[in-house]
């Protein structure tokens, strides 16, 4: 079994940061690349980011590439997203989920394991 906890999450204003974490543990190691995703109220899940097993490759949805940044570090089985400028549309659930093969990938079908996710509200 694996267990992802999201952490970082909160309330900000518009044009501000957050930094969301997501730690691993169980039956996973660093060969699995990993994503973010996001669901705000009404809408369906949105990928946001994935990283490769290696960050050799990643992947950005368009409404937040410049804006956002995902990173690893496999010592710690830690994924991170590093949120900039953001804006009042970025109000979502944000979940970290572990893709069990090592490339990234955008599509949410594949993958496996999925955190419980932590809440980022933008204030205008």
């Known amino acids: 079994q694996v267990q992802l906890v999201e952490s970082g999450g909160g309330l900000v204003q518009a044009g501000g940061s957050l930094r969301l974490s997501c730690a691993a543990s169980g039956r996973i190691d660093s060969s699995y690349a990993m994503g973010w995703f996001r669901q705000a109220p009404g809408k369906e899940r949105e990928f946001v980011a994935a990283?490769?097993?290696?960050?050799?490759?990643?992947y950005y949805a368009d409404s937040v590439k410049g804006r956002f940044t995902i990173s690893r570090t496999n010592a710690k089985n830690t994924v991170y997203l590093q949120m900039n400028s953001l804006k009042p549309e970025d109000t979502a659930v944000y979940y970290c989920?572990?893709?069990?093969?090592?490339?990234?990938?955008?599509?949410?079908?594949?993958?496996?394991?999925w955190g419980q996710g932590t809440q980022v509200t933008v204030s205008s």
């Open positions: 989920a572990a893709h069990l093969f090592p490339t990234a990938t955008i599509q949410s079908f594949q993958y496996r394991y």
């Open positions: 990283i490769s097993w290696n960050s050799g490759t990643t």
